[in-house]
């Protein structure tokens, strides 16, 4: 399980150092793909294999879903973790998500998310004001 918040610096090759207290989890190969509010979400094999089982089940005769499917899918990187802990973002990827040097990595339970930092403080900046009204106004999960 992925949790906390990070605040890491890419290398000049655009590799990043997995957090510490994520290594034990992430294994060998890591899936990159599409994340919502501007940043790239980060799977490790199993859950990434369960996200993909997820987009499976959408009704593909329906235009959201396939839209959705498609976006997701063609933008899925398959990443290998190296000895020291980094995996390589390639510069597309950097580029075309807005990811600069600095970044803050989320841990978001079945994944984490990586976000260009300054991207990342106006998200929360923004979206902290609205956290208690919207934790009330949430399903109640069962």
Same mark, same amino acid.
């Given at each position: 399980?992925?949790?906390?918040?990070?605040?890491?610096?890419?290398?000049?090759?655009?590799?990043?150092?997995?957090?510490?207290?994520?290594k034990d989890e992430v294994g060998t190969v890591l899936f990159i793909m599409k994340g919502y509010d501007?940043? /790239?979400? @980060?799977?490790?094999?199993? !859950?990434?294999?369960?996200?993909?089982?997820?987009?499976?089940? %959408? +009704?593909?005769?329906?235009?959201?879903?396939?839209?959705?499917?498609? /976006?997701? @899918?063609?933008?899925?990187? !398959?990443?290998?973790?190296?000895?020291?802990?980094?995996?390589? %973002? +390639?510069?597309?990827?950097?580029?075309?998500?807005?990811?600069?040097?600095?970044?803050?990595?989320?841990?978001?339970?079945?994944?984490?998310?990586?976000?260009?930092?300054?991207?990342?403080?106006?998200?929360?900046?923004?979206?902290?004001?609205?956290?208690?009204?919207?934790?009330?106004?949430?399903?109640?999960?069962?």
């Amino acid at each position: 399980m992925f949790f906390g918040s990070y605040q890491h610096t890419l290398d000049a090759k655009g590799r990043l150092t997995i957090p510490s207290k994520m290594k034990d989890e992430v294994g060998t190969v890591l899936f990159i793909m599409k994340g919502y509010d501007g940043c /790239i979400s @980060v799977f490790k094999q199993q !859950d990434f294999q369960n996200k993909m089982n997820e987009l499976e089940k %959408l +009704p593909f005769n329906q235009m959201d879903s396939r839209d959705c499917m498609r /976006i997701e @899918v063609s933008s899925v990187v !398959d990443l290998e973790v190296d000895e020291a802990f980094r995996i390589l %973002l +390639p510069k597309k990827v950097l580029r075309d998500y807005k990811i600069g040097k600095k970044v803050m990595i989320v841990g978001m339970l079945d994944h984490f998310e990586i976000w260009d930092l300054e991207s990342w403080k106006s998200y929360l900046s923004e979206k902290e004001k609205l956290y208690e009204e919207k934790a009330n106004s949430l399903p109640k999960v069962e």
